[in-house]
């Protein structure tokens, strides 16, 4: 049983270049979920999707940044004309369908590491 | 979500239990408490969660205090390969976006 796959690993950029970010859910999972891990800071929520559909995007930079579902393969975070300070690691978490109200633990895939140079 | 409160870091001998407490005196009644912990900058590992129950499964124990205010998360048996940053997150079974404090450090000696 696979767990969330991200690729690239590792990923270098020259500024003003773009980067894209892509992630695979768990089987069976319908929720997408990015968070970004800055150096020596905790992970901050980016964006929330659906097959199709961004759900909560409050967390996202207004500027350059995007983010989709698509209904056939991965979830792509696009970012573009990347600046030194987007050099963090991005992680993707996925997690199943539940009725509201019910807890739903994510899991998290093993991030994708920008550098931009 | 509801803040939590956690110590930054912690020791603990090799093969004896990891006691690590959180507080959330702010917690809701409609939130959960979840525990994650991130390895040297691995994606972060799911460990278990809970509502008013004590909970436990196959990695850890989870102790919430009677009026919800704290929990303890009990890894009964510390290996070295447990040394990690823990996460203590208060949220709404609903809730979509987790929110990371600092963690604590947990750090096993051999």
């Known amino acids: 049983n696979a767990g969330v796959m991200q690729n690239p690993r590792h990923l270098v950029r020259r500024r003003g270049q773009e980067a894209r970010l892509r992630c695979s859910p768990m089987?069976?999972?319908?929720?997408v979920y990015w968070y970004r891990q800055l150096p020596e800071e905790g992970l901050k929520f980016m964006v929330y999707?659906?097959?199709?559909?961004?759900?909560?995007e409050s967390g996202m930079p207004k500027e350059r940044f995007s983010a989709e579902f698509p209904k056939e393969g991965p979830s792509i975070l696009r970012i573009q004309q990347v600046v030194r300070g987007d050099s963090a690691a991005y992680f993707c978490?996925?997690?199943?369908?539940?009725?509201?109200?019910?807890?739903?633990?994510?899991?998290f895939g093993p991030g994708t590491r920008l550098t931009v140079l | 979500d509801a803040k939590t409160t956690q110590p930054p870091s912690m020791d603990c001998a090799e093969g004896r239990a990891a006691n690590l407490p959180c507080n959330h005196s702010t917690i809701s009644g409609n939130e959960y408490v979840y525990w994650y912990r991130q390895i040297h900058s691995q994606g972060p590992q799911y460990i278990i969660h809970g509502l008013k129950n004590n909970e436990t499964n196959e990695m850890a124990s989870l102790i919430i205090t009677e009026d919800r205010k704290s929990s303890t998360l009990i890894l009964p048996h510390a290996t070295l390969r447990d040394t990690a940053v823990y996460y203590c997150i208060a949220a709404a079974g609903s809730a979509r976006q987790l929110t990371f404090g600092s963690g604590t450090q947990l750090t096993v000696l051999p």
């Open positions: 999707l659906q097959k199709e559909n961004i759900i909560d």
């Open positions: 089987k069976g999972h319908s929720h």
């Open positions: 978490a996925s997690s199943s369908t539940s009725l509201a109200g019910a807890s739903d633990e994510q899991f």
